[in-house]
């Protein structure tokens, strides 16, 4: 995965050296984060037991001459005790990547509430949100244009980039794209917030 992110570091030579990104996962539980994770990991699907509550696995992606992305996971929704707690993990996070299991329309509309919410918290307002439409393997799954619809993902505002991929933790299509995405995201909003305190 490291290539085509290097690849890219020259759009952020303006990136202080060494200065480390960090990005949030989240998504309800079962998601696929967990399994997404390690696939960014070990290069390959590892079966892994779905966690209730929140799981802190915490990667670190090399990328062009930054310190890389560090990845932190966190299971939200049906879970009011453990708000607070998550909330205070968001914070300055430089990109927000929410999970959604695409093959399980159901519980597209619980995912949407947390979207929004999280999205929408004082913390994370502007934040880059990529949306990974995950289980693209499984019969059935919704595409991401459809999970973009039902997540009502344009609707999270104007100074919102948000991007919406489909992909797929056991075969790991899809994933690379949508970091490249995330990246870029994240690059044009320290460049637009550089441009707007210079102007101030
Ligand atoms: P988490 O709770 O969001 O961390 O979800 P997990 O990563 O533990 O995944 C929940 C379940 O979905 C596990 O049984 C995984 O093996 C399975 N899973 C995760 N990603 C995929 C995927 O892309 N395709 C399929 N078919 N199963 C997946």
């Known amino acids: 995965m490291g290539n085509h992110l ?38 390959e699907f590892v079966q892994s ?3 209730k509550g929140f799981n802190t696995e915490k990667i670190r992606v090399p990328l062009g001459g930054s310190r890389g992305i560090t990845f932190q996971v966190w299971d939200v929704g049906g879970q009011e005790k453990l708000r607070p707690l998550w909330r205070s993990y968001t914070r300055r ?13 159901e519980r597209l509309e619980e995912a949407k509430v947390e979207l929004h919410r999280i999205s929408r918290a004082s913390d994370n307002q502007g934040v880059p949100v990529l949306v990974l439409a995950n289980k693209q393997d499984q019969p059935g799954a ?59």
């Open 6 to 43: 290097t690849e890219m570091a020259p759009t952020a030579s303006f990136l202080p050296h060494f200065q480390a990104l960090h990005v949030v996962v989240v998504g309800l539980d079962s998601a696929g984060k967990t399994s997404l994770l390690y696939r960014l990991k070990f290069k």
């Open 93 to 105: 996070t430089d990109g927000l990547v929410f999970v959604v299991d695409a093959a399980e329309a």
């Open 142 to 200: 919704l595409s991401a244009a459809e999970v973009e619809k039902r997540l009502a993902v344009r609707e999270l505002g104007a100074a919102t980039l948000t991007h919406v991929q489909g992909c797929s933790a056991v075969d790991g299509l899809g994933l690379q794209p949508g970091l490249e995405r995330l990246y870029e995201m994240i690059l044009k909003r320290k460049k637009a917030s550089r441009a707007g305190k210079k102007r101030r």
């Open 49 to 51: 037991v779905p966690t």
